[in-house]
């Protein structure tokens, strides 16, 4: 049997492993170990010699344990299963997602360049953007979803750094408003500003929101695609993971740093989420089936004001729903809504739940709802969360796995409380 055919569903429960070198253990074990065995002082050297770039690794060698810092059974499995969603040659998974982020940030600018990205992004990212990479001699430019491609051109070509653009980095669907950024444009648009195939602007998608199922930027023409692994991948709100995917040729960047860094996910992490990654595409479907439900529920209620879900886009917002149909392939399990009122109606809500969780972060099996402008988003400029409609009235809701009509009922009674 062709194993390359099989769907990345199959392939979740064994690609990358070999039970004979496990005692024949069906499951992957934890090496919860720092440093291996070598068999020689030779096989050490060699190992090392890959390990830092010093040659490249033999076409039938098999790359060798050196210390869990650098490579781990467990991740290095984790690493190759991820991969078969997105079609990318490599994998890197890191302690949390904003290490993820701010691995790739730290690797592909530098002083004087200018990174443009997009706004809203997650209010971690935001603050790393503004706050962290600006200490550095980083300019950054943000846009939004209402700027067309003449837009940003005009805005880049207005800043002083416009001859040292480097990256573009987009968050789409955006948290928490689901504004989508056409991913094909920014490639075009990196393309058009590069000075050289070696001196590029890369392009970096924050894919969390779709998780690997919905949406795949490098099909796409993007660099990097980004995720908080603790959202999808790992589903289950008890573990904090993130990961990144591209080519060969920006990943041996990505590890050499992480390596250096030393942020990479532990034995247990990479164990955790090679669990999760064996029933991610069940957990995702149902919950967008959830989802839908949900929304068609709440655009009907008296107290909701606006529905902001994929899957109701509005009719006359033709740019939205040409970058939706060519990007995704689902409307997802998120969406955020607008209480009628302000914060107090939205905490009166929210204060009122009792099967939804009152909670940050999502893609979990459990539904999780907040509020972004007092909680994830509490560190945006209140002038650009006005600008962007990340309102005191907007709550966002992580759709899980549970019945869609006792989701229903729970956020029937709440709101009968506002």
Excluded at 30 to 49: D, L, M, N
Excluded at 135 to 159: N, Q, T, Y
Excluded at 181 to 197: N, Q
Excluded at 380 to 403: C, F, N, T, Y
Aim: a negative charge.
């Amino acid at each position: 049997m062709d194993k390359s055919k099989m769907h990345p569903e199959s392939l979740m429960m064994s690609y990358g492993y070999k039970p004979h070198l496990s005692e024949g253990a069906v499951k992957c074990p934890i090496f919860q170990t720092s440093t291996f065995v070598f068999k020689t002082a030779e096989e050490g050297k060699a190992f090392f010699e890959v390990a830092y770039g010093m040659r490249e690794k033999g076409a039938d060698e098999e790359l060798g344990l050196i210390y869990s810092r650098l490579n781990n059974p467990d991740l290095e499995i984790l690493e190759n299963r991820l991969t078969l969603w997105d079609g990318a040659d490599d994998a890197a998974v890191f302690e949390s997602g904003m290490s993820a982020i701010s691995t790739v940030l730290m690797e592909f600018l530098k002083p004087g360049d200018l990174l443009l990205y997009s706004n809203p992004v997650y209010g971690g990212t935001d603050h790393f953007i503004k706050h962290v990479l600006t200490k550095f001699g980083i300019e950054v430019l943000g846009f939004s979803p209402a700027d067309s491609r003449a837009d940003i051109e005009a805005m880049i070509e207005a800043h002083p750094a416009k001859d040292r653009l480097a990256m573009i980095y987009v968050e789409t669907p955006a948290n928490p408003t689901l504004d989508l950024f056409d991913i094909e444009e920014c490639v075009a648009l990196a393309k058009h500003y590069s000075r050289s195939e070696e001196d590029r602007v890369y392009v970096a998608v924050d894919n969390t929101y779709m998780g690997p199922l919905w949406q795949h930027p490098l099909k796409h023409g993007a660099d990097f695609v980004l995720y908080s692994a603790t959202k999808y991948i790992g589903g289950h709100s008890d573990v904090i993971a993130g990961a990144v995917l591209g080519s060969f040729e920006v990943m041996k960047r990505v590890k050499e740093l992480r390596t250096f860094l030393g942020n990479m996910a532990g034995p247990h992490t990479g164990w955790l989420l090679m669990r999760s990654l064996e029933t991610l595409k069940v957990r995702m479907e149902r919950q967008a089936i959830n989802a839908k439900a949900v929304a068609e529920w709440l655009v009907q209620h008296p107290k909701v004001e606006k529905v902001y879900y994929l899957g109701m886009l509005d009719e006359k917002d033709q740019r939205h729903a040409d970058i939706y149909k060519r990007q995704c392939s689902s409307a997802g399990a998120m969406l955020s809504f607008d209480v009628k009122g302000g914060e107090a109606e939205a905490f009166r809500f929210l204060n009122a739940l009792q099967l939804v969780k009152l909670a940050v972060s999502l893609g979990s099996t459990e539904s999780l709802a907040e509020h972004p402008a007092t909680m994830t988003h509490a560190g945006v400029d209140k002038e650009l969360r006005d600008q962007l409609a990340i309102s005191e009235k907007l709550v966002r809701l992580s759709v899980g796995v549970e019945h869609p009509d006792d989701l229903i009922a729970d956020l029937e009674q709440a709101l009968a409380k506002v």
